[in-house]
Every structure is written in C-alpha cells, then in structure tokens.
C-alpha cells in the first residue's frame, strides 16, 4: 500500500515538474489549519515528511495573515502558533488582516507563478484551487500526509497549453515569413555579387593571356642569355706545348745538320 502511494505522489510530481515548471527545492505553503494538524498528530520534521512524499527537498512558508488567524484563536492554538513562527514568511502586501483563505488564493493569483504547493486541511480551500492551474494540494489524514492528484481541470489546461505550444500564432507566422524572405533576398545578392567577381577573374585572366602573348612574339626575350667566351687556342693550352716541342726537335735536328 505504501509503494502505490510513494507511485502516486511520484507522477503528481512529474506532472507539475514537467507541464507547470516546478522546480527543487519546493515551496509549500502552509495554512493554520494544516501547522495544526502536524502539531496535533506530532507529524516532525515537518519538512522531513513532507520531503518523503515529494521526493526531493522542501521549504515551508506562511504568511502574516496566517500567523494573525492562529493568533486570533486563542491559547489552544499557541502550539501550531509557535510552529508556524518558524517558517518562512511569505509576502502578501495585505496592510489590514484577511483571513488565511483569502490571503492564500490572493497570493496563488490566477497562475500560481510562485509555484507553491498549498498544504490545507480546509476542505473548501482545497476544491477552489483545483480550479486554478497548476496548483498541487496536500492535506493530512491522522498521522500521515497525502498529495492529491491533478484535477481533470488541470490536465485539461495543460494538455490545450502543450497544442498551443505546438501551433504557431499569427504574429510569429508573420515573423518567419519575413525572415525567409530575407534570407532569399540575401541569397540572391549574394550570386549577383559571385557572378560579378567571376567575370572580373575571365577579364583578369584573358588579359594576362594576351600579355604572355605579346611577350613571347616580340624581341623581348623571357630570361636572360649570357654569351660565352671562347677558349684561345694555343695561349697557356695544349696548342702552345706541342708547338714548342715541334720547335725543340726542328732545332736539334738543325744542330746535327750543321755538325755533319
């Protein structure tokens, strides 16, 4: 029986986490009638049961006018007064005390943007807020705590804000269409501007062609030609030596000549 519970509370979460936006550590925000119960049935921590049943950390609040209604009921109340006294305030701007009802549907408003759990034990309280989206309830049964699950009201108006969220409205209908025509308007600049630069590159090119052209028919030659020198024949060669040893012979063999 407690697993199914645990499951229960499981999924009610989820769906407030997921469709509604809440987020850890949760905000509950405790009434009179709720602070009393807890005192009454010795349900402490109370922020330690009621983590055991969200599953994740909790911080509770109350508000002036709550702490004035306990106040106004006299000594049997002084207890969950005491108890109330040490949670969070929170703000409710009401200058003149109204009663916890009221002061608690003012504060959750028509959206419940603060994303608080209410816990309660005011049975009238409880059906009111099932009327308003996104507002999970807590009440206590003796000694245990239990998270009601999401009226059909409440899944009803999460359900037509996911479709919602699906459709596009006319205003961003509009905004994308502008958008496209932008970006084809951008696109087409952007071919006109290639086509420009291509042309400049064939006129670059064909003008580099016909220089290449006109160098290579006229005298202007492309690299530089050095002329080489010739080697002198018979100067400090093979010439020279074989003249002088031609020379040598002719004069000994005159020497000979002249002997004989």
């Known amino acids: 029986m407690r697993v199914k519970k645990q499951k229960r509370h499981r999924r009610a979460v989820r769906f407030y986490t997921a469709c509604f936006g809440f987020r850890e550590p949760f905000k509950i925000f405790c009434d009179g009638t709720f ?14 049961a009621l983590t055991n049943i969200l599953g994740a950390p909790v911080k509770l609040f109350t508000t002036r006018c709550v ?5 106004s009921l ?20 009401h200058e003149t005390r109204k009663s916890a009802e009221d002061c608690i549907t003012e504060v959750i408003g028509e959206k419940n943007s603060e994303h608080f759990f209410v816990a ?29 699950q999401p009226s059909s009201f409440q899944r009803e108006f999460a359900k037509s804000s996911e ?4 459709h596009m409205t006319d ?14 308007s951008d696109d087409k600049q952007g071919d006109s501007s290639d086509a420009s630069e291509e042309k400049i590159d064939d006129v670059s090119q064909v003008q580099i062609i016909n220089t ?6 006229s005298d202007v030659k492309d690299k530089v030609r050095f002329k080489r020198k010739k080697a002198k024949e018979n100067k400090n ?9 031609r020379s040598r012979k002719r004069s000994r063999k005159n020497v000979v000549e002249g002997n004989a």
């Not at 602070?35 to 330690?48: E, K, S």
């Open 74 to 93: 006299g000594a049997s109340y002084q207890e969950a007064l005491n108890a109330a006294n040490n949670l969070f305030t929170a703000r409710c701007d």
């Open 237 to 245: 060669g093979e010439g020279t030596v074989r003249s002088r040893k």
């Open 35 to 48: 602070v009393h119960h807890l005192v009454v049935n010795r349900i402490t921590p109370a922020d330690t």
């Open 163 to 166: 479709e919602e969220r699906l």
């Open 120 to 148: 309660t034990q005011d049975a009238d309280l409880r059906r009111s807020l099932q009327k308003i989206p996104g507002v999970p309830v807590i009440f206590g049964l003796r000694n245990a705590l239990f998270l009601e």
């Open 67 to 71: 702490l004035a209604e306990l106040k």
């Open 171 to 184: 205003l961003e209908y509009n905004m994308l269409r502008q958008n496209k025509k932008r970006r084809l």
């Open 212 to 217: 290449n052209v006109k160098r290579n028919g």
